[in-house]
């Protein structure tokens, strides 16, 4: 029983370029999390995302980000023309139903050059 | 500014030792839940407590929660090596809410 899965662990991109970030839930799990972590703090929530539906985004910066979780296939974080500052460790997690723990990914972490 | 905030940043002892260390919140919760962070993994799940407990245990874990003070406590009882992580409070204001609120988490390293 496979444990969430994120890709890939470790994104190096120039400033400008898009970065893609890719999480498949445990199975049995529909409901999908995104969070960012910059050095030396704790997580921050960006988006939670069922199949097909954001249900919430009011973390995720109005520009640049999107998210989605498509019928098949993973959620992909999606980050256009990234900046230095975007460089974190982004976590995705999943859970059964919404009021049970989240089960964390090992994370992506991002560099931008 | 962070919902949990916990206390000390950084804690070193002993392998047998006791570890503790505190998580202080601002507003009311639904339920606080803490969590293990190796370095560059993820993070795993420890002990949920709700609102209306005080304490529970989970094997050598124990966590107590005082709404009064708004304030939570992880104890780590006989630690070893492999307690070496980050620990972090999330707080989570209301039933069937998702959002987790971390702190910025108090990093143990327990010394063989």
Redesign the interface.
């Known amino acids: 029983n496979a444990g969430?899965m994120?890709n890939p662990r470790h994104l190096v991109r120039r400033r400008g370029q898009e970065a893609r970030l890719r999480c498949s839930p445990m199975k049995g799990h529909s409901?999908v999390?995104w969070?960012r972590q910059l050095p030396?703090?704790?997580?921050?929530?960006m988006v939670?995302l069922q199949k097909e539906n954001i249900i919430?985004e009011s973390?995720m910066p109005k520009e640049r980000f999107s998210a989605e979780f498509p019928k098949e296939g993973p959620s992909i974080l999606r980050i256009q023309q990234v900046v230095r500052g975007d460089s974190a460790a982004y976590?995705c997690?999943s859970?059964p139903q919404?009021?049970q723990?989240?089960?964390?990914?090992?994370?992506t972490r991002l560099s931008i050059l | 500014s962070?919902q949990?905030e916990e206390d000390p940043q950084a804690l070193s002892i002993q392998e047998g030792e006791n570890a503790t260390m505190n998580c202080s919140y601002k507003t009311s919760i639904n339920n606080l839940?803490w969590?293990r962070q190796n370095s560059?993994?993820?993070?795993?799940?420890l002990i949920?407590i709700r609102s209306n407990e005080r304490e529970k245990h989970s094997g050598r874990l124990r966590v107590t929660l005082d709404t009064s003070k708004k304030s939570s406590s992880l104890l780590i009882t006989a630690s070893r090596a492999a307690d070496t992580a980050s620990y972090?409070c999330?707080t989570v204001l209301r039933?069937?809410?998702?959002?987790?609120?971390?702190?910025?988490?108090t990093t143990v390293t327990v010394r063989a």
């Open positions: 969430v994120q409901h999390y969070y030396e703090e704790g997580l921050k929530f939670y919430d973390g976590f997690a859970s919404v009021d723990p989240q089960h964390f990914g090992d994370g | 962070q949990g839940q969590y560059g993994r993820g993070l795993v799940h949920l972090f999330a039933s069937n809410d998702y959002k987790l609120s971390f702190g910025a988490g």
